[in-house]
């Protein structure tokens, strides 16, 4: 079956703007969770949503939101951009988020410049 | 609250030695144990996962893991390395109940298999 499937894969932006990732998650899954890598803070949660719920949320600011679909895609969205948010974005999908396993995408790498 | 501690950032190993790779947790409600691997400009593939039952768990491309609950670790093994298995190994651990979807990983040990 098709995996987790991150788009876009690449992206560069200038501060102060917006960008939104999306994700697709594996057939069946309802929990989509995000995360954000950088060599300094390692793998950060953001935040949680099963069945269009955000269900968990990590300590981020209010720039970085997210929104999940009736058919289980999730989006996520950074506004007003600074330098610090350039990473790798991840999300990973489950049956149901309480750990039965998670499966990662390949990540959307975002340069903020 | 949870937290993950791997023990060493890099661990060099000649080709088809043995690797142990160290993870330690902290948790005050019982958890999920994972151990993921990330290759360059790519994202994290499962290796192995403890949620119960025989403590020694074996996983993908010859990797093991052995929970030990006394001394909250869950280190990963594997008995003879091969170049292809350089990369980056992620600890982590996920809550029983509450904080749904939420992994808690630890810094990363980076593997470098040298011929």
């Known amino acids: 079956k098709a995996g987790v499937t991150q788009t876009p894969r690449y992206l560069i932006k200038t501060r102060g703007q917006q960008v939104t990732l999306s994700c697709s998650p594996i057939s069946g899954h309802r929990s989509v969770s995000w995360y954000q890598q950088t060599p300094g803070q390692g793998l950060q949660f953001l935040f949680e949503y099963f069945s269009e719920t955000q269900r968990n949320k990590g300590n981020f600011p209010g720039r970085f939101s997210g929104r999940q679909f009736s058919n289980s895609r999730s989006e996520m969205n950074v506004s007003t951009l600074e330098l610090g948010d350039s990473a790798l974005y991840l999300c990973?999908?489950?049956?149901?988020?309480?750990?039965?396993?998670?499966?990662f995408g390949s990540g959307t790498r975002l340069t903020v410049v | 609250a949870q937290s993950v501690t791997q023990l060493d950032s890099q661990v060099p190993v000649f080709e088809e030695a043995p690797v142990e790779l160290r993870c330690n947790y902290s948790?005050?409600?019982?958890?999920?144990l994972f151990w993921y691997v990330q290759y360059p400009n790519q994202g994290l593939q499962l290796l192995l996962k403890?949620?119960?039952?025989?403590?020694l768990v074996k996983g993908i491309n010859g990797f093991e893991a052995e929970f030990n609950k006394s001394q909250t670790s869950f280190h990963l093994r594997k008995p003879s390395v091969h170049i292809s298995d350089t990369a980056e190994y992620f600890c982590?651990?996920?809550?029983?109940?509450?904080?749904?979807?939420?992994?808690?990983f630890g810094q990363g040990t980076t593997l470098q298999v040298k011929p």
């Open positions: 948790s005050s409600v019982s958890v999920y």
């Open positions: 990973a999908s489950s049956l149901d988020g309480l750990g039965y396993g998670y499966t």
């Open positions: 403890y949620l119960s039952g025989s403590t």
């Open positions: 982590a651990v996920s809550a029983y109940s509450g904080n749904t979807g939420k992994l808690i």
